[in-house]
């Protein structure tokens, strides 16, 4: 027989405050819990409401001593913001654990959670959690400072063409509004021949400078001006000044190039037509659609200028009109256009109906038109040249008549319109008739060239109906999958009014 012990429990003994004389389990302080919290407070000296500075115009929040940060709510940026603000009373406790509490966005009010350990008496640990209220003020930074009194910059960038026309500067606004280049900007003036965009800072102008290069054929100079200096320090302050000049080429212009670039770019005539201006200059030679690009550089080491302008533009109506089908080409030829038809028509302008005096031309537009249509062309029998290169040419080489675009009821497309185009926040004058058909016009070559409406961006205009993409008359309109919906803060995605916000 077998003798059986039982094991042994130990249980924990218990000890009698030395406070209240309330049973405990035994601790350092001999000491519970609620009387050892009750005679230490873990967050004194830790402030329970604290400021933050908020500026509303650029949505950021202050960091001392002199920087701006953006941060969402909630965010651990702003978690991060939040903590450094009391930074010091947090130095003599543990910060265990942070975290944000919800509140709503408009009430001004941020709450941050955070769980703290101090050491009590004996040695013992207490943690607790707190939340610390902080109140955001309106604070208006430096910067927003400067864009409203709109009279301190640092550097201006002055964009210049000298051309009749601004179908360059309205393309040139739209490439601006989508790529966002207009939001570092204090403040964008415009005067005769260009546009002049104001910046705090240096480097922001310099990506404006670098952005035209990119979009646009254009060489600049730089300069700066010393403001003041500080000679013990040994620091200066400057003005700086970038003229950016694009080249003097505009669509539709009717140009003449050197015989030595003509031959260049694949022994193309020399008098040619301007159809589109992007990064690069882009011409069609009217007797063999032969195409050619120029940059800048290019056009700077061979200029040539334009002597045919938009403003003389006639109208001529098509009195025969024939597709040419086998083009005899030249050896080193170039490129030819593939979306251009090559056709000779017999044409007659609108102003000498009551004679018999008719013109023969070769033209790009050859599958536009038909006998009975209206174009928009030059006359180059009956007018004044003066260009160096077309003074040299033989004159059996130049051409009696160059016809640039089909004509349609201008009136009639500006109703049918059903889409339309943001622009600059800019100082300028009243835009007088010449202006607003400048407009129109570079309106109707989005509408006509698919290639810069690619670079574009178009909504839709809500007060006019939607109707087909092309009307009687078969002119070209923008397509509904082309356009974008034009959204306000104060709708929501589905086009309806949204809840209003307090700010």
Known sequence: MEYMTEPVKHTPGHILCCNCGAPMSPNPASVRVACLRSQVDTSQGIPKQVSLS?????????????TWIQCALESRELLALCLKKIKAPLSKVRLVDASCVWTEPHSKRLKVKRTIQKEGM???????????????????????????AKD???????????????????????????????????????????LDFYYSSKQHAQKMVEFLQCTLPTRYKASQRLISQDIHSNTYNYKST??????????????????????????????????????????????TLQVA?????????????????????????????????DLKRSAGAGMVSKKHTLGEVWVQKTSEMNTDKQYFCCTYLGH??????????FDLANCNLNDEHVNKMKSDRVLDAVLIKKSYDRTKRQCLRNWKLKELARDRENMDTDEERQHQDFLEDLEEDEAIRKNVNIYRD?????????????????SLAEMLEDLHISQDATGEEGESMMT
Not at 122 to 146: E, K, S, T
Not at 309 to 322: A, D, G, R, T, Y
Not at 371 to 376: N, Q, Y
């Open 54 to 66: 908020f500026c509303k115009q650029c949505q950021r929040y202050f960091q001392p001593p002199g």
């Open 122 to 148: 004996n040695g013992a640990i207490l943690q607790q959690v707190f939340v610390l209220d902080y109140v955001v003020q309106p604070q208006m930074c430096g910067d927003c400072h400067r864009v409203e």
């Open 152 to 194: 301190f910059w640092k550097a201006v960038v002055q964009v210049r063409q000298k051309t009749l026309h601004k179908k360059t500067f309205y393309y040139l606004e739209q490439l601006i509004l989508k790529y966002g280049m207009h939001q570092n900007t204090l403040r964008i003036k415009e005067i005769h021949g260009g």
């Open 242 to 287: 970038f003229s950016v000049e694009i080249v003097p080429i505009c669509k539709d212009n009717v140009v003449c190039l050197s015989p030595k670039l003509a031959q260049s770019l694949g022994n193309m005539n020399q008098i040619c037509v301007c159809i589109r201006v992007t990064r690069v200059i882009h011409l069609i030679d009217p007797n």
């Open 293 to 325: 690009d120029i940059d800048g550089n290019t056009f700077w080491s061979h200029p040539f200028n334009s002597f045919c302008h938009p403003k003389q533009l006639e109208e001529f109506i098509v009195m025969e009109c024939s597709i040419v089908r």
């Open 368 to 377: 536009l038109l038909n006998p009975g249509d209206l174009v928009l062309g």
């Open 462 to 478: 809500s007060t006019i109906p939607v109707e087909s993409d092309t009307d009687d008359e078969g002119a070209p309109r923008i």
